[in-house]
């Protein structure tokens, strides 16, 4: 059974709230969960008191059970010094392919050898 730290979003249409909950992988966002572990609510402003709430000490016991964070609950917890923050990587597909490199190769070499000559 793998267990994930996640959102689980109620409210209107386009007023979201979210429910931090520790829920099996499997189960649907909105469903079944197992705890919850505290809630998030972005309509509010940044530096309002009640637009994040967590209970540190449950989620530490979670993470030490095996669940793993969803990528903006790792966020928050990061921020409260509880993990590490994700560091991203940049892809390598975006890296040039060999022909494209082989092109700017050439590119600089004949610029190199226009400006000699000149």
Not at 8 to 17: D, L
Not at 18 to 41: N, T
Not at 45 to 65: F, N, T, V
Not at 89 to 113: F, N
């Amino acid at each position: 059974m793998s267990l994930k730290i996640r959102l689980s979003r109620g409210g209107a249409k386009k007023r979201p709230h979210y429910a931090i909950v520790v829920a099996e992988s499997r189960s649907p966002r909105d469903g079944r969960f197992i705890e919850q572990l505290g809630y998030y609510a972005p309509m509010l402003p940044k530096d309002h008191a009640d637009r994040l709430k967590i209970d540190l000490e449950k989620a530490k016991a979670w993470l030490a059970k095996g669940a793993t964070a969803s990528d903006r609950v790792h966020r928050f917890l990061s921020d409260a010094g509880v993990v590490k923050p994700l560091k991203h990587h940049s892809p390598e597909k975006m890296k040039p392919k060999k022909k494209a490199q082989e092109r700017a190769a050439a590119a600089a070499k004949a610029a190199g050898g226009g400006e000699a000559a000149t």
